[in-house]
């Protein structure tokens, strides 16, 4: 019974630390999906909102995890969906973004960059979740809806096209 | 150098621009705490009757599963075969008596006044009751016109109309009492009426046999018919009354 | 949000029970006063739709009550005066019941009955048989009831008679609480429950509204018509006939009276200052009991211009 009762006490507080913990992650999975930065917070927000408005349904809260990057996703590919959605390829547009005034390391950065996008989307998909979110095979094949196998082999053709465009070089 | 590979990726995607609007987060969680008084909410009869069927007394339960077995092991032991359906008219009334106390709940336990400010209000109450003990009461029914088909030769449509008039009327007449009387009372009422039938009905069989020749079937059909539209009325008149304008408070 | 009684009228048979109740309320705790028979259940009563007013009508932020229905009654927790409950309940079913009756999906309604249960102190007694509460603990159940689906207009009618002053003291701070951002509204005779929680007080005579304002507006028209004064137990029996007495306490050097009066009863009266006119500060019934005399003396005074006469049978 005390369980029960610290249970529903702790909800909120639940909810506000699992916040917490993934709303930096969600900006930045949607910053690389969407490419820009404003409409990337909007659409970490409204994942979020729609996260809490159905919290009450989810008794078992194991792993919010794949549920946000599921409801992040889908409105990433509703966003891109939209007549309004301009692609922003240019990074260099967001002159925040350069952190390093180190010429080779930002065309370094650019050319790395430019590879991954030239890789097909899917692949793209997994080398974000895998090295940008650092999520796990398993928790990739969840939010993707596919199995671990094609996950695993996303990954390695992924590498594998890098490693030929000669990005590990230096 | 695949490990380079990786090691440089982990980097281009940790290189994200700020976010525009640093208090994003806290408005979020701020809203958390405000939805977090959302309560989720069904409004369907359905579910509303489902959820209804374990508030029954369950009282009603034990002493409908009480006469059924009381009858099964009554019919088995006497009767050998012949006219035995006919115990099926005097035991019905007592059936729909076991569930007729139940709609008055409300109102002798006073808890009505806190029933009706609620999302289904006590109208739906006296209504989902009813479709429980109604939905009990036809299985009772059919359990007890089996046990007697079992063991006694009858045509089909007699053995029905033997079980489901006496029941009918019984229904009829409780209904009407409690829509008329003072409600404190009506449970004695109501229980004298289905006592009254029952032995009415126990007696017929032996001092008027008539009733129950082939040719009277049309009678009984009749009496079927108008208890059908007595019963309908008074449940209209029932659910009416007790909606969200409860009057009787006057009696207080 | 905003709840308007725009002339409200109950008339049975013969006899008026609300006579044309208009008042507008928003977020706060808004405290009926009223004597018995003065009308406060039935208005509560059609405030919850329980009853349906003769004339007049209930709006909730501009819409009839009577077009919102269950709309309005998902945002109403009701604490009727005087319930009953089923014998074969626990507290805990009893919960469950009303949760279902409003509409609360199961999941919800053991989480919020936990919870509120706990809230209300009654956790450790939720599988006990509701027959063997003491008249505090139903009360306590009843108040839990009435909140389960959150709602944003609470009525509760007389939610501390019979309670002992400590359980008094705790549902006071209960309905405190959970007074955040609702309309409550509640009605009693104990004029020391309203004076600590009260944003507003509203008088209710022979079904009118007399008399509303915060408790300093009130006590402030008190003032000035309080006057105390030690007399002979001899000159007692004078004393009752001819003047309103409020307050009656017998010391080793006389007896002590506060007399309500407009004009000073007599030379050696000493006014009573201030929310000692009006408040109860004492535990004993009989203080709190004429302490609402005393203010409903005080509206006989304000409203007509005649003699303080002591009449009871006004009230």
């Known amino acids: 019974m005390a369980d029960k009762i610290n249970q529903s006490e702790c909800e909120t507080d639940d909810m506000e630390e699992i916040i917490r913990e993934y709303y930096d992650d969600i900006y930045k999975y949607c910053y690389w999906k969407i490419k820009n930065s404003t409409d990337a917070q909007d659409i970490t927000q409204e994942t979020f909102l729609r996260f809490i408005q159905n919290f009450v349904n989810y008794v078992d809260m194991g792993k919010p995890k794949a549920l946000l990057y599921t409801i992040a996703r889908n409105l990433c590919i509703n966003w891109k969906r939209k007549p309004s959605y301009i692609p922003l390829e240019n990074i260099e547009n967001d002159s925040s973004f350069i952190i390093s005034n180190e010429l080779d390391t930002v065309i370094d950065k650019m050319y790395l960059h430019d590879a991954v996008s030239s890789l097909p989307l899917s692949q793209q998909e997994v080398l974000l979740l895998r090295y940008g979110q650092d999520l796990r095979v398993g928790e990739i094949a969840t939010i993707l809806n596919i199995s671990r196998f094609t996950v695993m082999y996303r990954l390695k053709c992924a590498i594998n096209e890098l490693n030929k465009m000669k990005i590990g070089e230096d | 150098m695949k490990r380079n590979i990786q090691k440089k990726l982990v980097e281009m995607y940790q290189s994200v621009p700020p976010m525009p609007d640093a208090e994003g987060m806290t408005s979020i969680i701020k809203e958390a705490k405000s939805i977090k008084g959302v309560i989720p909410k069904e409004s369907s009869l359905f579910w509303f009757v489902k959820t209804q069927i374990r508030f029954i007394d369950i009282k009603v339960w034990i002493f409908q599963i009480l006469l059924l077995c009381m009858y099964a092991l009554f019919v088995c032991a006497t009767l050998q075969n012949t006219e035995g359906f006919l115990l099926l008219v005097p035991i019905t009334p007592i059936v729909v008596l076991i569930g007729t106390s139940e709609l008055s709940r409300s109102f002798r336990y006073r808890m009505a006044e806190m029933e009706i400010p609620t999302h289904f209000s006590l109208r739906q109450v006296l209504l989902a009751r009813l479709i429980i003990i109604v939905a009990a009461d036809l299985f009772t029914l059919t359990c007890l016109m089996i046990i007697t088909a079992l063991q006694a030769y009858t045509a089909i449509n007699a053995l029905i109309l033997y079980g489901i008039v006496p029941c009918l009327v019984t229904a009829y007449g409780c209904l009407w009492i409690m829509n008329r009387c003072n409600r404190s009372y009506s449970q004695y009422y109501t229980a004298t009426y289905s006592i009254a039938l029952s032995v009415v009905g126990g007696i017929s069989i032996n001092l008027w046999p008539v009733w129950y020749n082939a040719s009277a079937q049309g009678i009984w059909l009749l009496v079927f018919c108008l208890a059908l539209v007595g019963f309908y009325s008074e449940v209209r008149k029932m659910l009416n009354n007790c909606s969200r304008k409860l009057e009787c408070f006057n009696e207080i | ?315």
């Open chain 3, 1 to 315: 949000m905003e709840l308007i009684l725009d002339r409200l009228t109950k008339q049975f048979k013969n006899k008026i029970a609300v006579d044309r109740f208009s008042y507008t309320m928003k977020a706060g705790v808004y405290g009926l006063l009223g004597a018995n028979g003065a009308g406060k259940t039935t208005l509560m009563r059609m405030i919850c739709t329980v009853l349906s007013p003769t004339d007049g009508d209930i709006l909730f932020d501009g819409h009839s009550i009577n077009v919102l229905n269950e709309r309005y009654c998902d945002i109403l927790g009701y604490l009727p005066q005087d319930f009953g409950y089923y014998p074969d309940f626990s507290a805990r079913d009893f919960m469950l019941y009303m949760a279902s009756l409003k509409g609360i999906k199961n999941r919800a309604a053991y989480r919020r009955t936990d919870e509120l249960l706990h809230l209300v102190g009654l956790s450790d007694v939720a599988a006990q048989k509701i027959r063997s509460f003491s008249g505090g603990m139903k009360q306590r159940l009843g108040i839990a009831q009435a909140v389960l689906n959150d709602p944003k207009i609470l009525i509760l009618d007389e939610p501390t008679a019979g309670l002992d002053p400590k359980e008094r003291i705790r549902f006071r701070n209960l309905i405190s609480d959970l007074a955040k951002d609702k309309i409550v509204l509640l009605s009693t005779h104990i004029v020391s429950d309203i004076e600590c929680i009260a944003d507003q007080i509203i008088m209710m005579k022979k079904g009118k509204l007399i008399l509303s304002g915060t408790t300093a507006d009130l006590t402030e028209q008190a003032n000035g018509l309080a006057w105390n004064l030690i007399v002979n137990p001899k000159q007692l029996e004078q004393y009752e006939a001819s003047y309103c007495i409020s307050n009656l306490r017998h010391t080793s050097t006389g007896v002590e009276l506060r007399i309500v009066s407009e004009e000073k009863p007599t030379q050696n009266a000493q006014p009573t200052t201030g929310s000692s006119a009006v408040s109860t500060a004492a535990p004993a019934s009989t203080e709190e009991k004429t302490g609402k005399i005393v203010i409903f003396q005080n509206c006989g005074i304000v409203q007509s211009s005649g003699k303080a006469g002591s009449n009871s049978e006004d009230l």
